[in-house]
């Protein structure tokens, strides 16, 4: 393939800039930022919307590069230039930059410029001009292609991982991306159904089903095959959406019983608990454990939250009640800890001891509060909030509700902390068909507002963790729930309970 016109020209300015303001200012070090600075590069060489190139690099690697080392599907570098039977990325990329598959992998720079010309090129191939090129929301069906997913179900679900990020904005390695409001436009998979809409899984009621391919597991009968006493944790070395597919793909010849996502805690089970997942590397191991993998990469400790940590825990705590396998660590395992295992998952950033203790239930908060939508001079909304006592799943005498909007409206929980540090934040609120399906509650924390997404078609009547955050002392806002999301339903507001941990 070759450059038009137009890339060149992008390309050579964008050099001559930057040689410019080198000359310029030659005591000014570009070495300080030397990450942000080849987003910035590789963006205008290709001609792609900065923001959206660094969400999805945070999407594929939290922009860790582990070394040059490739991720479980063959994918090298912070943009995950995949290499694999299946999949030829790197070497389109390479033919793409005219740069070596060598230097696309080990080199920074070059793999991000790698990365924005696949990029570019799938833009190109859906006919975007360079005025569509501006709107980054117009990107979504090249970002969804780059994926190099198994089905249009997880085409979306990666897209929508990346856009996910831009709303909520990201701050990491001297990047900085501010969270912003974009529309996307999903195209051909608009009609698409997410895969929190598929299957249920069959063993696990908070887990959907995604089957793994058949070539990557031992159908068998367990319990009454080979009974079940190990629960084994794994990260995958990928993203969720790119693990999922992975273990569609009958290349992979691996495989996990459940999947976790690091963001939200959300499960995808690929196994059935009867049958023999691929994981531990130790037939004998496999034929006695569940395998549950966790996502994001041993080397990088932002993928592990307190999200994941909750909902994994849950998960092995089912697990080990089903089966009756003890809750202690001489039972839920590390891959590393299997005999022979040449991996080295969970690693060093794997918290043991939180793990555990949500495993087993320990754990009492020292401190808790709750407030309703009802508690007097602590709740404030705008008119366009109605007031409803239609689910019996209610907390307290009632609730609100308003349609999604392109406007935040936010509805607010105020609350007095008691000290700066590290809060639970809970929510609660009724589930229903026709409710939001990706209601955003906002948390103030003391380092700027961070959002979460809840499904409120589902999980309703109870305390729902949005996970830990660390907040300031004092009587603030401290939690809201905003009408703006691309989800659709109702947005509901009913009560929110913090607690310090
Ligand atoms: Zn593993």
Known sequence: MSLSPKRLTALVSSVLAALLVFAGQPAIAAKDTPLSDAFARAAAAQDVPRDLLVALAYAETHLDGHNGEPSASGG????????????????????????????????????????????????????????????????????????????????????????????????????????????????????????????????????????????????????????????????????????????????????????????????TQMVRDKDIAWHA???????RS??????????????????????????????????GIPKDRSHIIGHVEVPGADHTDPGPYWNWTTYMNYVTGGGTPSWTTTVDNATSGQFTASANWGTSTYSTQRYGADYRFADPVSASDAAWYQATIPSAGTYRVEVWYPDDAGYNSAAPYIVATSSGNQTVYVDQRSGGGSWHSLGSFSLNAGTANVVGVSRWTSGTGYVIADAVRISKV
Not at 248 to 262: E, T
Not at 290 to 309: P, R
């Open 76 to 267: 090298y570098g912070v943009m995950h230039l995949v290499s694999n039977p299946t999949t030829k990325a790197l070497e389109k990329a390479a033919g793409l930059t005219g740069l070596t598959a060598k230097k696309l992998r080990a080199d920074t720079e070059a793999n991000i410029l790698g990365g924005a010309a696949l990029l570019r090129a799938n833009a190109d191939e859906l006919g975007l001009d360079q005025a569509a090129r501006k709107d980054p929301g117009r990107w979504y069906e090249a970002v969804a292609k780059y994926g190099n997913t198994a089905s249009p179900q997880l085409a979306r679900l990666y897209a929508d991982a990346v856009y996910e990020l831009l709303g909520l904005g990201i701050q990491t390695k001297d990047v900085r991306v501010a969270p912003q409001e974009v529309t996307a436009d999903r195209g051909q998979y608009a009609n698409t159904r997410s895969l929190s809409a598929e299957a249920a899984s069959p063993d696990y009621p908070d887990a959907t089903w995604t089957a793994a391919s058949s070539s990557n597991y031992t159908a068998s009968s367990r319990p009454s095959a080979y009974a079940i006493d190990r629960v084994i944790i794994h990260v995958t070395q990928g993203s969720y959406a790119g693990t999922i597919s992975w273990f569609q793909n009958s290349a992979a010849q691996v495989s996990a019983h459940y999947v976790v996502k690091s963001s939200n805690g959300a499960i």
């Open 281 to 287: 590397g130790n037939w004998s191991y496999n034929t």
């Open 290 to 323: 569940i395998g549950i993998e966790h996502e994001g990469y041993v080397s990088e400790a932002s993928w592990f939250t307190d999200a994941m940590y909750r909902s994994s825990a849950a998960l092995t705590s089912y697990i080990c009640d089903k089966y």
